[in-house]
């Protein structure tokens, strides 16, 4: 696919892992710049698009932390097929809130939420093997893999995101000024 | 309920389908499909896969961090438990809201309407009912719509864009804000902020009322399809205000049967244990509620715009009202229960948000007046609010020392998790039974999941089993973590 002066699209895949979809919101508050990005970009593997598996991408933008086994296959197969890794956002880069589970055992939990909580009837914990393995702890996605750039935030603003991308895609390496490089 | 497609007896006979992950809706899904030799579908479930761990790990914080934490639940809908926990810490900390609050709060939370449904329609669905459920999938997408209905797509963008803004100027940012505390705000609505969305609101309006024509375009156009796809009969669930109108951040709750009969009305929110229960099953970490009183089998009921359009008497601004009536009409005398209807009732309500914040912008009270106020403190608080895909619950205890006890959820999504089962296996059985599945037909099971808007993530605050041994190797192999379960 080429854009009107022939130069092949970028392709982009996003993801997102152990969290809560705010950092693709953040994406999208890039607004009206999105249908100017739709002009050099072509998406992947997104939850904005019906592709199912991530094929071989130029930028792989993932959001949240590892928290199953689902995650890691996920992860790996962007790593494996993504130029440029991006971790985006705090859950990504250090686990985010999700973490917060990492000190309870999951055990106790469980039992805590499907079984002795009120109001439930027939309880008992999920097991089905459609569900994927829990790990007992969420982790940052660059205890897995190889991560090439880390964008903090929760989530990074619309704009830090646009500056990143046009940055990378432009050739140039990406620079967040300082009032864009946030923590919270 | 319809069981009949929810598990067969010879599961090990029959072969796998599934679409992993279900695509254009927030969260982590699977669908999985069995099916025997003859492509007869014998059991269809949407499986929810994700787990959180929220009502655990909130245990034990100070309760004056719930409503920032708790918000992280849900990027797209931060607003709604922001506002959710804040409500319950009211009532745990005694405080009537004040009047500016509380309108500063409403503002909040109809710019979340407006942007939320914005997105769902837009970004997320319009791809399937402007291109069709089995067009290309390459083009099946927010880009593919904007080059083939870029005013469409502007529309929808700047519309989002609009609701997001007005989340910014009442809460400090557009996603995971502070604005909203325990008893009251921190903040007014500044001026340049209130001019700046001032003079844009009448477009929103007029924009919306061109989405609400869109689907009623798309209705007219197919209405075989849209009067029939994934039709099921349901209860439903919304708060009402006491005067019966819709009102999207406080009432008391009101459940109708599938007749659209009144079944229970203006039960205070601090009461929804005395009519919700919860059942488990295995294969999803969501949980599914029913009413009590009807038990399981019969109590399941769907929430969210459907719901709440025809659970409401009125709606209390004059253009949505009018939309409403029409809806209404179409049902000729029968509750509407088309899955697709989802759409149509959703843009009502954005209609009706937008009408909302335009009649709040021109209130004193916003720029004014005082944000907290004093009460006498309780240990227990619950807060109910209509998010965008439904009805929200938040239950907390709270200890002397400021601690969380306890922390009961019940988001929008739980509650349409049977709903949406007995969606995906009308349209198993309608469109997919005996023939060679492909992608496009797949597609339409998740056309159906899609129409409630889903917000997985918000569904699954709880933790999941590991029945076996998983090791978590880094970059260079080394083993960083390692779980074994029976």
Redesign the interface.
Known sequence: MSDSIGMPRVRVATT?L?????????F??M??R??EL?KVV??DR???????HCGPCDIGLIEGG?????N?HVLREFRRNCKTLVAVGACAING???A??NH?D?GD??Q???VK?????????????????????V?PI?????VDYFIPG??P??DAIWKFLTDLIGGRTPRLAHPLLRF? | MDSSLETAADREQLRRVVIDPVSRVEGHGKVTLLLDEDDHVREARLHIVEFRGFEVFIQGRPYWEVPVMVQRLCGICPVSHHLAASKAMDRVLGIPVTRSAEKLRRLMHYGQILQSHALHFFHLSSPDLLFGFESEVGKRNIVGVAAAYPEVARQGVLLRKFGQEVIRATAGKRIHGTGSVPGGMNRHLAVEDRDALRAEIDHMVEWSRAAVELVKRLHRADPALYDEFGRLRANVMSLVRADGAMDLYHGALRFRDADGKILIDKVPDQSYRSLIREQVKPWSYMKFPYLQQLGPDEGWYQVGPLARVQNCDFIPTPLAEAERREFIDHGRGEPVRATLAYHWARMIEMLHAAETIRDLLGDGDLLEGALLADGERGSEGVGIIEAPRGTLIHHYQVGGDDLVTMCNLIVSTTHNNQAMNTAVREVARRYLDGRKLTEGLLNHIEVAIRAYDPCLSCATHALGKMPLVLELADAGGEVVDRVVRE
Do not use: W
């Open positions: 997102s152990a969290g809560c979809f705010g950092c693709h919101m953040s999208l508050d607004d009206e999105l249908l739709a072509e998406f997104s939850p904005l698009t019906d592709i199912k590892v928290c199953n086994a689902e890691v985010g809130l999700p917060q589970r309870l999951l939990c469980l805590q939420v499907y909580r009120d109001g439930i009837e027939e309880g008992g914990v999920p097991d089905d093997p459609e569900l994927p393995l829990l790990l007992d702890r982790h660059h205890e897995v893999v190889r929760c989530p603003s619309g919270d």
